[in-house]
């Protein structure tokens, strides 16, 4: 697995022509079922770039390794928060850890 | 099917780094003319730079110089480069850096205000919207973007560049764009040779999975002489995940380490300055080191303080999130235990090595009207991200200047017919080979005789003509793709744009008798490096009546 999806959290974008993480994969991966519900076309193709992770506005996806590559159930998520960026790591034991990066130069810092 | 027409002073392929970077640059310069940028992904996150960055790795600071940049390349591949390019990128790097700090990028800075120094050539950022950054600032132009437009195919009227071909996947739309000038921006290819993780984790890769050569590919088949592509690109990187090792390395300060612990560049390069070897001697020691038993290969990072780690970490967020992912799954953090390393698949890139499209010091590829900037672009390895900006402004100038008295070429309805079929057949076949046969069948020659990573990079004659034959064969194939929806057909075209790709990379390999690279193109047959005989570009040009790939060598100094 490269990303999940969690349906309970994900709204569907409801009211926009493409889904935010649609929109924006730059391998065209994500897509909106028949119950308007955001999924992954092949997860094989999933590069773990982490942008539809960034984009969703409800944190419904959240970024996996393969169980090849890393046997163990951690996760990362990540917030946009204006010119922040806010990351949670979830530690295959369950404990996390946050971030919080500056991701941009506010308009009087330039 | 419905057909899009559109009509523009400049077209730009590829809306990555150099592509968002000309618009804007064309925005500044002639607020008049009209852009158009085609882009298979969508500008906000599309190419290499969809997750971010965490260093610009090309910057001269205060000490250096723009000559003593081009020295450093030099010396880098071997005596292999064209100084005249790499000089006009070194000349332009801190005004392009600053351009882009000025979009609202933040860069560390030391207290006095200078950007704070992460190795000799580069500085730390924090760039993990870098191109959430880059497009925003295209959109404030009135350039017309089209996302999810996958080029196919220039225009080409046997003379000029006249636009250029796409397909349209969430419309299902044929794109017809004309235009007096074409800048290339589609950057290099991934995706040729078998990658190191197989089946489901198969795009846990270093280089961009959709970056796949088409701008290549594109230029290929209308005749453009393309450079190098035997300088291939394999990356010394992190197992599994594949993040770049400069943020340990140059960012960290952590030494390479054997499986016994000991620092094995120092034994193997003592004699040129040990951890201050080529980059290429990275990967080709931790490649003997492995080869000799005393591998795996780390990173040293258990010497790191508690403060170093979590900088570690918010670097690698900012870049290649997966690593911290890695660390999270193994519960275990990088101060208890070195970071394991090994060699990539080859890549054909122009931005860390040089294959790419023949051009002069204006960025004007060997066919009119055609200019090429980033990745793309030839002879001028080590460029990276604040190269390929300075490209696209080189690029821009030179378009803008030669549009001056051209008007838009005519374009024969047959001829837009033709590339229609072509685009649109796989969609219409309901058995034959799927993209994802196609593409491990191209992955499995090229790894077994072109020196993939399952034969430890090494090529020898007899192995490539085998390749160039079955790579032939291939291409015969390729009338029997099928797609079963857009997102199939684009992974076909791909795979038609990929082993257009291959074939010149085999020649290239072919041609070039001696080891030059002794990592990027290590020859069996011909292990030495001879100055008399080598010291020049070995460049093809394909002609599409004949199917045959001429080679030619130019002289080192353009
Ligand atoms: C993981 C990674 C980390 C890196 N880290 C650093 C770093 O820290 N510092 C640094 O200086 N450099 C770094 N680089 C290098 C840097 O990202 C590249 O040199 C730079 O992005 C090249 O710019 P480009 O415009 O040529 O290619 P890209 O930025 O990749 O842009 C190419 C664009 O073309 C589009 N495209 C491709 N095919 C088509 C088509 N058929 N039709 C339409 N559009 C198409 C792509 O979607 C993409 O938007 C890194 C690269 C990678 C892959
Ligand atoms: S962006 Fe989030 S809420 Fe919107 S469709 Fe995708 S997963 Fe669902
Ligand atoms: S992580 Fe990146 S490649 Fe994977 S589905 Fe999300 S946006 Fe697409």
Redesign the interface.
Known sequence: M?IFIDENICNGCKGLA?ARCE??????LCYRKENMKAAI?D?????????CVK?CPVQAIE??????????????K?RLKHDK?I?T?????GHQ?E?I??????KGD? | MSIIRIDTDILIIGGGAAGCFAAVEIHKKSPDSKVVIMEKAHIERSGCLAMGLNAINAYIHSGQTPESYVSYVEKQFVGIIRKDLVYGIAQGLNEAVRDVEKMGLPIDRNDDGTYKKRGKRSIRIFGERLKPLLAEAVQKTPAQILNRVVATNFIYDGERVCGAFGYGVRNSTFYVVRAKAVIVATGGASGIYKPNNPGVARHLMWYCPWNVGTGYAMGIRIGAEMTSFENRFIALRVKDVHAPTGTIAVGAHSKQINARGEDYLERYYKHIGGNKCLTQHRLLATIEETKAGRGPCYLDTTTLSESDERRLKEDFLNMNPQIVLLWAGKGMNPRNKPVEIHGTEPFVVGGHCQAGYWIDKERNTTVKGLYAAGEVAGGAPKKYVSGSWVEARIATATALEDIKDVSLGDIDDSIIQIEKNRVLSPLNKKSGVSPLEMRERLQKIMDEYAGGISMNYVIHEERLLEARRLLKCLKERIKDMTAVNNYNLVEALECVDRIDVARVLVEHLIYRKETRWSCYQPRLDYPEKKDERWLVFVNSIYNPDTDEIKMVERPLCQ
Do not use: M
Not at chain 1, 23 to 28: A, K, L
Not at chain 1, 89 to 93: I, L, R
């Open positions: 490269s493409e929109r924006i994969c730059p391998g065209d076309r997860q094989s193709a999933c590069w773990t770039c982490a942008a984009e970024l996996r390794l393969p169980f090849q590559a890393c046997s163990n159930g951690a996760s990362l990540a960026t990351w790591v979830w530690y295959a034991d850890e971030f990066i500056q991701a941009k130069c506010l330039r």
